[in-house]
């Protein structure tokens, strides 16, 4: 794992929208496109803010997938994932995407969703899988402690009450209740499949989960502490969620 501290969030976005960008570039010139995976949450603002205005970035040839949504949500809900990727990812694409595979958090059968979304990654890795990581230090939204074995590629699971006073806490809920209790999420071992990890991880909240995740051991109990063992992770960090490390 590689780390890199930046001075402020600025600084931290256009750092990790640029490693983002070029992995990109690097898969579209080996084989003519590339596959990435979208993460969302208030840490990831400044990183879309910079990555859309990245050059030289053929997106028609960019297929991207959904890391993780909500069970029961509309996407014209406010908290809803598929809503904040359409508004502050896509919709700022100079160009559209190859394709776009959204989680559809409020399918009938969360179940077959996820079958569906497998059957569109046909076993693929992704090339660039961007991420950030919870105060709980859980990883999308695989809580501690997580599920370091299942195979599919994306797994109902359930949220504990750490992850949702998170959200709350964020602003994307009036009330704890409204949060769900459940979510789709990219499962663990899915995640480790990528090619390349860009984790952006800003905030003095996120500190104890950073030094954890990275200080620590490799645990379920610490869900994100699974990426000290993926060959290609860049986790890219502030002054203020890096000011635990040792």
């Known amino acids: 794992m590689k780390i890199w501290i930046s001075k402020d969030k600025q600084d931290l976005g256009r750092r990790a929208a640029g490693q983002a960008a070029h992995l990109i570039r690097e898969a579209v010139a080996a084989q003519g496109r590339a596959t990435i995976v979208v993460a969302t949450g208030a840490s990831q603002f400044e990183m879309y803010d910079s990555l859309v205005a990245e050059p030289d970035v053929d997106w028609s040839k960019v297929e991207a997938f959904h890391l993780d949504e909500y069970v029961g949500l509309p996407d014209t809900h406010p908290a809803s994932f598929r809503r904040y990727l359409a508004e502050r990812f896509i919709a700022k694409l100079p160009t559209p995407l190859a394709a776009f595979h959204p989680i559809n958090g409020d399918a009938a059968d969360p179940a077959a969703e996820c079958a569906r979304l497998a059957g569109l990654l046909g076993g693929r890795p992704a090339d660039a899988l961007l991420c950030g990581l919870g105060e709980t230090a859980h990883l999308a939204f695989n809580d501690p402690p997580a599920d370091f074995e299942a195979e599919d590629p994306y797994l109902v699971v359930p949220l504990d009450e750490a992850c949702r006073r998170q ?45 954890a995740a990275v200080d620590g051991p490799v645990t379920p109990d610490v869900p994100a502490s699974a990426l000290q063992d993926h060959p290609n992770c860049a986790m890219f960090l502030d002054r203020e969620s890096s000011k635990l490390l040792k």
């Open 167 to 211: 959200q709350l806490g964020e602003g994307w809920f009036p009330k704890l209740s409204a949060v769900p209790k459940q979510a789709i999420s990219m499962s663990v071992r899915q995640i480790m499949r990528a090619a390349a990890v860009v984790c952006t991880v800003p905030d003095e909240r996120k500190a104890a989960a950073v030094q």
